[in-house]
T-cell receptor, first 113, second 113 residues
C-alpha cells in the first residue's frame, strides 16, 4: 500500500498564478480531508469529502480556494489566484470511513512569491 | 463546537527528563482524543488514541473528562522524540456518527543530549 499520495511535493509560484494540488487517497478509503499547516495557525481543516461528496467546506478561507473529488481515487485543491499568504504545507488525509483514524500524505509545500 | 488547546508552543528538555505535553479540549458530547506526531519534514503519524489505552514509544495519555484534558507523558525523554506533537479531537454527534478531526496548534518537543 503506497499510502496517501500527494503531488507535487514542492510548488513555488508567483502571486496571481493558479495552483493545483493533487491527492490520491488509499484505495478503499471513503473519506478524504484537506488540511493546511502554518506556523501561526497550526493544522486547519479546509474541507472534507465522504464518498466523493463535500461534507464540510467551512474551513475554506475564501472563494479563491476550491476543491473537487471527481472519483474515489482522486481529489484536487485549487487556488486561483494565489497570494503570498497562501504559502503553507497542504496535507491530504484519508480514512476508511468517518469513524476511522486518518492516514496523512507527505504534504505539498507551497510557496507563493 | 469542538476546540483543542495546546497552551505551549515549545518544550525543551534534556535527554532522560520527564515530558508532559498539555492538551485541553472543549466538546459538549463524547469525544475521541488522539495524539499525532510529525518528525522533521515527514508526514503526520498517529501516535496514540485514548480508546486504545496503550503505550507507544513509551508515551501514554489519559483522558480526564473532569479536567477535559488529554496530556501526553513520557517518563524519560529520548533525542529521537524530538518532533512536533499535535493533540486532536473527534466528536460524536447525537446520531453516533463521528465528525471531523480538529487539531490543536501543536507543540515542538526538543530533547537535548
Amino acid at each position: 500500500d503506497a499510502g496517501v499520495i500527494q503531488s507535487p511535493r514542492h510548488e513555488v509560484t508567483e502571486m496571481g498564478q493558479e495552483v493545483t494540488l493533487r491527492c490520491k487517497p488509499i484505495s478503499g478509503h471513503n473519506s478524504l480531508f484537506w488540511y493546511r499547516q502554518t506556523m501561526m495557525r497550526g493544522l486547519e481543516l479546509l474541507i472534507y469529502f465522504n464518498n466523493n461528496v463535500p461534507i464540510d467546506d467551512s474551513g475554506m478561507p475564501e472563494d479563491r480556494f476550491s476543491a473537487k473529488m471527481p472519483n474515489a481515487s482522486f481529489s484536487t485543491l485549487k487556488i486561483q489566484p494565489s497570494e503570498p499568504r497562501d504559502s503553507a504545507v497542504y496535507f491530504c488525509a484519508s480514512s476508511r470511513t468517518l469513524d476511522y483514524g486518518y492516514t496523512f500524505g507527505s504534504g505539498t509545500r507551497l510557496t507563493v512569491v | 463546537a469542538q476546540r483543542v488547546t495546546q497552551p505551549e508552543k515549545l518544550l525543551s528538555v534534556f535527554k532522560g527528563a520527564p515530558v508532559e505535553l498539555k492538551c485541553n479540549y472543549s466538546y459538549s458530547g463524547s469525544p475521541e482524543l488522539f495524539w499525532y506526531v510529525q518528525y522533521s519534514r515527514q508526514r503526520l503519524q498517529l501516535l496514540l488514541r485514548h480508546i486504545s489505552r496503550e503505550s507507544i514509544k513509551g508515551f501514554t495519555a489519559d483522558l480526564n473528562k473532569g479536567e477535559t484534558s488529554f496530556h501526553l507523558k513520557k517518563p524519560f525523554a529520548q533525542e529521537e522524540d524530538s518532533a512536533m506533537y499535535y493533540c486532536a479531537l473527534k466528536g460524536r454527534n447525537y446520531t453516533g456518527a463521528n465528525s471531523k478531526l480538529t487539531f490543536g496548534k501543536g507543540i515542538t518537543l526538543s530533547v537535548r543530549p
